[in-house]
Structures are given as C-alpha cells and as structure tokens.
C-alpha cells in the first residue's frame, strides 16, 4: 500500500460515560486528535469515533476526500454493535490499484509579500516542505502603489492546511492567508533507492497512462555523490536511472 485516503471524518453528537464523568461528544481526546482533519456530522447521538479510532486516522491517511479513481481489488467491511441512527455502525476498507492516472483533492495556500527579506524566502520554503508541503512556489506580482511584490503558492493535503499556514505566518510577514481546494489528476509514482559506484541514490519511477515506467535521479542526492566523488554530476545522474532501469 502506497496511499491512504478516508472521508472526511462522520462525528457524532451526544454524550459518553467516562474516568472522569459524563463528557460532550465528540470526546476531548478524539477532537485534539482530529485538529486539521476534515470532518461532518453524522446526525447520530453515539460516539463514531473514538480516541483510538481518531489517532489510527490521523496516522495512516494521507488525504481525507472522496475515494479516488483505481480498479477495485479488495473490499472489506467492520461492523459494530447495532446502534439507533439512519447511519450504519459498520466500517468499510477498499484496496486498489490506481492505473497510472489517479486523482485526489488538495488545498492550495497564497499570500501575497512585498516586504520579506530576498534571504529568507530559502528558509521559508525549507519550513513549508517540513511541514508537509507537496509543492511551494514563487511569482513576481506587480502589488499596490507600484511596488514589486512575491506571490507565494503553497500545494498541500487538506489535513496539513492550518500546519503550512501556521509556517507563512511565523516564518514570513504574511498578515494573511488564502485558502481554497483543488482537484489534481496525477501520474502514479514511487521512490526507489539505487546503489551506484558513487552510493545510495534516490530515483523517482514514475508510470505514463499506458504503464511505462520514466525514471529521474533525485538531484541533490547526486549533487552530493558528485561533490564527494570528483566527479561530473551528469555521470552520476546517468549512473543513477541506469541503475533504476536494470530494476523495472
């Protein structure tokens, strides 16, 4: 398994007996649990997701949507015990495969800057790919009064959205942040990891809409298996897809 996605999260409404006495639902833990994670009411008074429940989501899931294009294989389901409510009490599993061409949901975050230091855009994108980032880019805007300014696009999973815009706030002069979602249509990829002459190289594999397999060198690996070799980086980048193309 290569992804992981969910609906959004059904929560429930009501109150549940504990350690502690009666608690509102959904439960204290299970709510800081699903800080950042898209959720809707499940018009039930029982308790739909448990502590438990919540941090396996928020572990596993990389997107949180509608389930995503792939030819079903498998398909498994958990049921409960029988609850009062027009929503069943049952969990459903699916397994596929994608096909090449799969498509899922992200949030796309912008601001606008016309009075960050040129210096610190490197560190601010550094800090929005560790925070989960799936792209970060930098356009030149004409903004009011003439001045040139910096629109910064941020690409990430719906999940991560307060996170990478808690980042534009701390690390920027941002006095505010645009939000909306977007659908993408995406080939399907994986991460290889290729032993060379000059070391462990990553190599991205990626799979055309007909299934055959493009291979790129990951470049700051062979930037630094250059720089320790002596050697030209376009050696090892060859060095590195040859070896990837022995693996298909």
Same mark, same amino acid.
């Given at each position: 398994?290569?992804?992981?996605?969910?609906?959004?999260? %059904?929560?429930?409404?009501?109150?549940?007996?504990?350690?502690?006495?009666?608690?509102?639902?959904?439960?204290?833990?299970?709510?800081?649990?699903?800080?950042?994670?898209?959720?809707?009411?499940?018009?039930?008074?029982?308790?739909?997701?448990?502590?438990?429940?919540?941090?396996?989501?928020?572990?596993?899931?990389?997107?949180?949507?509608?389930?995503?294009?792939?030819?079903?294989?498998?398909?498994?389901?958990? %049921?409960?015990?029988?609850?009062?409510?027009?929503?069943?009490?049952?969990?459903?599993?699916?397994?596929?495969?994608?096909?090449?061409?799969?498509?899922?949901?992200?949030?796309?975050?912008?601001?606008?800057?016309?009075?960050?230091?040129?210096?610190?855009?490197?560190?601010?994108?550094?800090?929005?790919?560790?925070?989960?980032?799936?792209?970060?880019?930098?356009?030149?805007?004409?903004?009011?009064?003439?001045?040139?300014?910096?629109?910064?696009?941020?690409?990430?999973?719906?999940?991560?959205?307060?996170?990478?815009?808690?980042?534009?706030? %701390?690390?920027?002069?941002?006095?505010?942040?645009?939000?909306?979602?977007?659908?993408?249509?995406?080939?399907?990829?994986?991460?290889?990891?290729?032993?060379?002459?000059?070391?462990?190289?990553?190599?991205?594999?990626?799979?055309?809409?007909?299934?055959?397999?493009?291979?790129?060198?990951?470049?700051?690996?062979?930037?630094?298996?250059?720089?320790?070799?002596?050697?030209?980086?376009?050696?090892?980048?060859?060095?590195?897809?040859?070896?990837?193309?022995?693996?298909?």
């Amino acid at each position: 398994v290569t992804r992981v996605t969910a609906s959004p999260v %059904a929560l429930g409404s009501g109150s549940v007996e504990s350690e502690h006495g009666r608690l509102p639902l959904p439960a204290p833990a299970t709510l800081e649990l699903l800080r950042g994670v898209p959720t809707v009411p499940a018009h039930v008074r029982w308790e739909t997701v448990t502590p438990t429940g919540a941090a396996i989501l928020r572990t596993l899931v990389d997107d949180f949507g509608e389930l995503p294009a792939m030819t079903v294989e498998s398909i498994g389901h958990g %049921a409960g015990n029988d609850r009062e409510g027009p929503l069943p009490n049952v969990l459903r599993g699916v397994l596929g495969r994608s096909g090449g061409v799969q498509g899922d949901r992200i949030v796309v975050l912008e601001t606008n800057l016309d009075d960050l230091v040129p210096e610190h855009f490197d560190y601010l994108m550094e800090r929005l790919f560790a925070a989960g980032a799936l792209d970060v880019s930098l356009q030149h805007r004409q903004m009011k009064k003439n001045r040139p300014g910096i629109l910064v696009r941020v690409l990430g999973r719906p999940a991560d959205r307060m996170a990478l815009a808690r980042v534009l706030f %701390a690390e920027s002069t941002a006095i505010g942040v645009r939000t909306s979602e977007s659908e993408r249509i995406v080939l399907e990829r994986e991460e290889l990891r290729v032993r060379t002459r000059f070391g462990v190289i990553r190599v991205k594999r990626v799979f055309d809409p007909d299934g055959r397999p493009l291979v790129s060198a990951e470049v700051d690996d062979c930037m630094r298996a250059a720089a320790r070799s002596g050697v030209p980086l376009r050696e090892v980048v060859r060095a590195a897809e040859e070896a990837a193309r022995a693996e298909e």
